[in-house]
């Protein structure tokens, strides 16, 4: 349950950054109020799914989710780069979550 718990922390980070990008430096009020809650939850969610989870693990975990999610929305919403580079360097973090995962048994 705990890494449930973690990926749906994942993608709240993802709704938080993208959301940072929507609300112009917090100038904008809906984007804003929807940036702050999803921070909120996904912080909360985190520290739920440490119970269950080395902090290390699930905090690299959660911090993989959101870093990869956010390069994919930015490249799908904001039209950013989407270079062999970029792409490898994506990997690299997906089979890190993954390695971690499998390890954390």
Known sequence: MSWVVLIIAGIF??????????????????????????????FVLLGIAARGLPIGTAYAVWTGIGSTGTVIAGIYLFHE?????????????????????????
């Open 13 to 42: 980070e993802i709704v938080w950054a993208v959301g940072l990008k929507y609300s112009h430096g917090f100038s904008k009020l809906v984007p804003s109020m929807v940036t702050a809650c999803a921070m909120i939850v996904s």
């Open 81 to 105: 780069s989407r270079d062999w580079g970029r792409v490898c360097c994506m990997l690299f973090i997906l089979a890190g979550v993954a390695g971690l995962k499998i390890l954390s048994r």
